[in-house]
């Protein structure tokens, strides 16, 4: 089980994009551009009682590329496990985002994508302010 608890970030998150349609993947949070499990194993992933403060702006020469903006965190996600009966999970609490986010793909106040890919993502007493 990995553990994230207490924790702040506070930073101001600009990235530019440059290249041709579709050549583009990335994604950016205050907190975290990208959270997730890891492949195989079973794995239980917390992040509580923290916090991503900053705004976040994303621009890119290809609108379509798949670029993911979130307050907190761009992703969220368990990842795909080839073992059987692999258990992912992904469990937030009281977390929360403040400050604007835009541009991006894929854009939202607290996340800008969440999947569960082969497991669970449980998302309890968190927020986000600032415009989107």
């Known amino acids: 089980m990995k553990f994230a608890t207490n924790s702040t970030s506070s930073?101001?998150?600009?990235?530019?994009?440059?290249?041709?349609?579709?050549?583009n993947s990335s994604s950016a949070g205050s907190f975290a551009g990208h959270i997730s499990t890891y492949h195989?194993?079973?794995?239980?992933?917390?992040?509580v009682n923290s916090a991503g403060t900053g705004n976040v702006t994303i621009t890119t020469e290809d609108p379509t590329s798949a670029v993911y903006a979130g307050g907190f965190s761009g992703i969220l996600a368990t990842k795909h496990s080839e073992a059987e009966n692999s258990q992912q999970i992904v469990n937030i609490d009281n977390v929360c985002a403040t400050g604007n986010v835009s541009g991006?793909?894929?854009?939202?106040?607290?996340?800008?994508n969440v999947q569960a890919n082969s497991g669970t993502v449980n998302i309890k007493n968190s927020y986000s302010t600032g415009d989107v």
């Open 11 to 23: 930073v101001n998150v600009s990235l530019s994009l440059t290249g041709g349609k579709g050549s």
């Open 40 to 47: 195989g194993d079973e794995t239980t992933l917390n992040i």
């Open 104 to 112: 991006g793909y894929i854009t939202g106040g607290l996340f800008g």
